[in-house]
């Protein structure tokens, strides 16, 4: 008696190749979903929290911007007067 897919001897479908469709489609819908996810992280508003900090973490003292009445007092102290050239 000849059956449709006689042919066949006792097939496995039980092996990873016959789910590797169904696994794809479904790491498809993650990385969509997970996708969308961050799109959307990175495009909603941000909620900007000021609060009060500490200034002791700076590693760059502050010092105040000479004016230029200190600089001409700086740069005429370094050059040698007209006599010593």
Do not use: Y
């Not at 760059?60 to 007209?82: G, N, S, Y």
């Amino acid at each position: 008696m000849n059956e449709p897919g006689g042919d066949r001897k006792n097939v496995n479908t039980s092996d990873g190749v016959t789910n590797l469709p169904m696994l794809l489609d479904f790491l498809t819908v993650f990385f969509l979903v997970a996708g969308c996810t961050v799109l959307w992280l990175n495009l909603r508003r941000r909620r900007i929290v000021i609060t009060k900090t500490d200034d002791s973490h700076q590693s760059v003292p502050t010092r105040p911007i000479p004016d230029d009445v200190e600089i001409r007092a700086l740069l005429a102290a370094r050059k040698p007067p007209a006599s010593e050239a």
